[in-house]
């Protein structure tokens, strides 16, 4: 059987020197990683994932599924697909661990159907001689082949193994429909910065982790929290890299201080100034609205990199590019707006950092894109008319005439069927008596919109020939 690998804290490859045994999970030495040592022991240390871990979730049922008293109706096989660095290894450690099952960890990255054939053979020779169960742990689940994910079938069907596997991509799209349909999706979301922060605390303090050797200023915790983006891993291994700067600097016996300078060092990486909370973040955010009304998509760039940098929340940004495509770009190039949506659903799928990319795209798509805001004015000018209570009545011709007793009422009568008219525009009244010949909506004589105004002059022209 392959030698069970080792994994960091919230997935990945970087245990380091660690023992094992036959049950349970591997067991960090001293030479760890600090985001090794610190992996959560118990549920109660896991940060974010609350929604997966309320009681008698499956999940939990799943980690609690070998102690005495445990319901024996928990789920076999899961996926656990979310962004790096919010947990999924170590869930699937505490499966293991809680009940004290064998764990057996593999990548896709570097193992074959060989060696899950392998681990899964001796996994049912131990069930068949009344050994411990064993939980398979497969990491990037999503670059395993076909044939590669065919091989597990078996295994998850008939629950030789429990399977755990994790995965950074959309499984609808990564794993096989047989292997899904088996398997029990659990979605794991971005720790927020209430969770790093106490991560990075819990790691500062525990004898696991720095045990109090530094200390972390205010501005260093909030720019480490910034850089980590939702990701606990990263968090703790900038904050491993900078302990160890302010360590080395530090004269002999003083408390070694990790300060803003210091995580900048460690990590090459600027601070930007730039609270999410405060005046700076809607300043940025109103600079990077109107750079791109203003047509100035080098700005536009630049307020977008200052987000990113500072850690926004990527789906805040593609909020805002979407609702400045309605708003300043609208009739004027009416496929800013389906890249906008596009790119709000894109980094929904791929995240960050690849989700940059997407979000530049739109960017550069609305800065450049000719402007109206003509639908925008005419929506409030029409909601300003109907809060005013200038409504009326709907004309009789376009009332519902089609349930009982509503021809007698003269619902329908002398309704013209546009498509029978000559251009399909039927010359009779559709605003209320009272608005009857109300303009809303003023197009532009920009981009599409110049073609939407020289047919919508046409338009009105026949539906004026109506008889009054």
Do not use: C
């Amino acid at each position: 059987m392959p030698t069970p690998p080792t994994g960091d804290l919230f997935g990945g490859d970087l245990f380091g020197a660690a023992t094992s045994g036959t049950q349970g999970t591997p067991r960090p030495g001293p030479g760890a990683p600090l985001a090794v040592r610190m992996r959560p022991a118990t549920l109660d240390e896991v940060a974010g994932q609350s929604h997966l871990l309320v009681p008698g979730s499956p999940l939990r049922r799943l980690i609690e599924a070998g102690e005495p008293g445990a319901s024996r109706a928990a789920p076999g096989s899961v996926i656990l697909w979310g962004p790096p660095g919010t947990g999924k290894t170590t869930l699937a450690y505490l499966i293991a661990t809680a009940s004290g099952r064998r764990f057996v960890e593999l990548s896709a990255v570097t193992a074959g159907v060989k060696d899950v054939r392998t681990v899964v053979e001796d996994a049912r020779r131990r069930l068949a001689t009344g050994g411990e169960e064993t939980v398979l742990f497969i990491d990037e689940v999503h670059r395993f082949s076909k044939s590669q994910q065919d091989a597990l079938l078996p295994s998850v069907e008939n629950r030789w193994v429990t399977l755990v596997a994790a995965t950074t991509e959309n499984p609808s799209f990564s794993v096989n429909s047989p292997l899904l349909s088996r398997s029990l999706l659990l979605t794991l979301q971005p720790l927020d910065d209430d969770d790093v922060r106490a991560l990075v605390r819990r790691a500062v303090a525990d004898a696991r982790g720095l045990d109090g050797l530094v200390e972390l200023t205010d501005e260093a915790e909030g720019h480490l929290v910034r850089l980590a983006g939702g990701d606990a891993r990263k968090a703790l291994t900038v904050l491993e890299a900078a302990a160890g700067a302010a360590l080395s600097d530090a004269p002999g016996g003083a408390p070694a201080v990790v300060d803003l300078d210091t995580v900048e060092r460690a990590v090459d990486v600027a601070a930007v100034r730039y609270d999410r909370d405060g005046d700076q973040h809607y300043d940025v955010v109103s600079a990077f609205i109107k750079s791109m009304r203003g047509s100035d998509v080098d700005a536009s760039l630049h307020y977008l990199a200052r987000m990113i940098a500072a850690g926004e929340d990527p789906r805040f940004i593609a909020r805002r590019i979407v609702i400045a495509a309605a708003e300043d770009v609208g009739m004027a190039d009416p496929s800013a707006l389906q890249t906008a949506v596009a790119a709000a659903q894109a980094v929904q799928l791929i995240g960050m950092p690849e989700g940059r990319i997407v979000l530049a795209e739109a960017v550069v798509h609305l800065a450049t894109a000719p402007k109206s805001n003509a639908a925008y004015l005419g929506i409030d000018a029409a909601l300003a008319d109907v809060r005013a209570g200038r409504a009326g009545s709907v004309p009789p011709h376009l009332r519902d005439a089609h349930y009982p007793g509503a021809k007698q009422l003269g619902h329908g009568a002398g309704y013209r069927y546009a498509h029978d008219a000559p251009h399909a525009v039927a010359p009779q009244q559709y605003l209320p008596d009272s608005l009857d010949g109300a303009r809303y909506y003023t197009p532009s004589d920009r981009g599409y919109e110049r073609q939407v105004a020289e047919r919508l002059a046409r338009v009105r022209e026949i539906l004026d020939q109506r008889v009054r």
